[in-house]
């Protein structure tokens, strides 16, 4: 499933020449554009690369020609907005050099990132035979960015577009792919996914050190931790090691595996995003926040913060940021309880509320228990288009499930509204499950819930003056209200209650 693991130690400086007469470089295109390339339509067009200073460079696309010179090593032009459709051929000339790059295509682009769940492949989703068989669509091209660290940011990329078929789509992001497929579907337009993903990374790891180091509390609790987390590392490593040699050395099987690393703070920023910058986007689908689950609470404001970085640094204002509420996982649990998973949903949440184009999709409904990788990926690259249809794309659709809005109490029960209602709500196979309610003691327990035209009403016996309501609060929640537009209502809770996860270290 892995792509072939590469690691980049220190600024990457393999381009450049330094002589007594300044810096050189040999003619250069990013490597980011190649063969079989999609480009953003619909905005202005950067291309750039690298040479020597004072050497001019054209780059002409249909009829459009664009020059520039060499400025401290380095060129950039900007094509005028482009029109979707193709293919085209792309040339860009130097003194030095003429490069042809062919089959281009002008369409949608999307940056798929993330870890585990973005990177799990077609071919190991929920019955993908049919869809792998009619993968085939020229229309739809991928970029697949290697496993890079670095420890700064990089300008290089081993990567190169490629057309979508049945053998290049089966080992594919399953998400990536679907939302692809039906984007192109309903725009009938190219499409470019740029998949950029590692299973187990944290935020932080995707983070530039700038972003992070703007906040005290991240330089704190991230960047001042990670040289003990890596000595420890080193020590358990060591330990490993002697275990490892005196199993041989005896004759014995070993099969415990060695110790992983820790996450350096921004290495994936430099080694995945940093070769990426600026190509044009229309935004970025995001699946991540496993591996932040016991930092929920700070996820909070992180994960807002990482939208920030990469908006700042692509300069392409307030592009689209579409994420996937983590799925159900862990045993479920009898009696209502707090959960950390809980607490991470409601922070991939709160980024809604706080940053514009926004959007996170829902998965209630496609979680396993037993599996932290839920083979269900279809549900959730469609609801990622939804998302994409209307709020990168303007159109008037219902692209999310219930999201809690306000609560009221009137005696013994709780009226809660929401938004996204869509056609209505309703109870999906019974009655509504998955609400608790709690009075002055903060003791949830289960309640009675009924919807009542666009509000659902909570109550139980054993709370006769409540405070609070909770949904689907929990590691594995069971639920199952939905709005009629076919779309699962997000956990939530009307409380503010201190927070399992505050104040906890990476």
């Known amino acids: 499933m892995k792509r072939a693991f590469q690691f980049v130690l220190g600024t990457t400086l393999g381009l450049w020449l330094v002589s007594g007469q300044g810096v050189r470089a040999d003619f250069q295109l990013a490597p980011v554009f190649t063969d079989h390339m999609v480009l953003q339509q619909g905005q202005p067009v950067p291309v750039w690369g690298w040479g020597d200073d004072g050497e001019k460079v054209t780059v002409r696309l249909g009829r459009q020609a664009r020059s520039t010179r060499v400025e401290n090593g380095k060129w950039e032009v900007r094509l005028a907005p482009l029109r979707a459709g193709g293919p085209y051929e792309m040339v860009v000339e130097s003194a030095s050099r003429t490069l042809r790059l062919t089959n281009v295509l002008v369409g949608e682009v999307w940056l798929c990132s993330g870890q585990s769940n973005m990177e799990w492949p077609l071919e190991r989703s929920f019955q993908p035979e049919a869809d792998i068989a009619s993968a085939t669509n020229t229309w739809i091209r991928f970029l697949d960015v290697p496993n890079v660290k670095a420890d700064a940011p990089t300008i290089r990329l081993n990567a190169r577009w490629e057309v979508c078929t049945p053998e290049r789509a089966r080992s594919f992001s399953a998400v990536a792919y679907y939302f692809g497929r039906a984007i192109q579907q309903a725009r009938r337009v190219p499409v470019g996914l740029i998949r950029s993903d590692w299973g187990g990374?944290?935020?932080?790891?995707?983070?530039s050190r700038e972003a992070l180091e703007m906040r005290p509390r991240y330089v704190r609790e991230i960047l001042e931790t990670y040289p003990e987390q890596y000595r420890q590392y080193q020590e358990a490593l060591r330990a490993w090691e002697r275990e490892r040699d005196e199993a041989r050395q005896a004759g014995r099987e070993f099969k415990r595996n060695a110790p992983?690393?820790?996450?350096?703070?921004?290495?994936?920023?430099?080694?995945?995003?940093?070769p990426l910058i600026p190509y044009g986007i229309r935004g970025v689908i995001w699946y991540q926040g496993e591996?932040?689950?016991g930092r929920a609470e700070q996820y909070r404001s992180l994960f807002p913060d990482l939208i920030r970085n990469w908006r700042r640094d692509w300069r392409q204002g307030d592009f689209p940021f579409l994420a996937v509420q983590l799925a159900p996982f862990l045993p479920i649990k009898d009696e209502p309880a707090e959960s950390a998973w809980a607490e991470l949903r409601e922070a991939q949440m709160l980024a809604m509320r706080q940053l514009p184009k926004v959007g996170v999709v829902v998965t209630t409904d496609v979680g396993d228990p037993n599996d932290i990788h839920p083979v269900w990926k279809k549900p959730v690259g469609e609801r990622l288009a939804l998302a994409a249809r209307s709020i990168a794309y303007g159109e008037k659709i219902t692209w999310s499930g219930p999201l809690y809005r306000s609560v009221r109490f009137e005696g013994d029960r709780a009226i809660v509204s929401f938004?996204?209602?869509?056609?209505?709500?309703?109870a999906r196979g019974g009655p509504l499950k998955g609400f608790a309610?709690?009075?002055?003691?903060?003791?949830?327990?289960?309640?009675?819930a009924r919807i009542v035209g666009d509000t659902v009403e909570v109550r139980s016996p054993q709370v006769p003056r409540p405070v609070a309501v909770r949904y689907g609060w929990a590691d594995c929640p069971v639920v199952n209200l939905w709005n009629r537009d076919g779309l699962p209502a997000s956990p939530f809770r009307t409380d503010d209650f201190p927070m399992v996860t505050a104040s906890r270290r990476p």
Do not use: Q, T
Request: negative net charge; charged residues 25%.
């Open 437 to 448: 309610i709690c009075g002055e003691d903060r003791k949830f327990v289960w309640a009675e």
């Open 260 to 274: 992983w690393p820790p996450w350096k703070p921004s290495e994936l920023y430099h080694g995945m995003i940093s």
């Open 291 to 293: 591996s932040n689950v």
């Open 419 to 426: 938004d996204f209602v869509g056609r209505g709500l309703e």
């Open 201 to 207: 990374s944290p935020a932080e790891a995707w983070m």
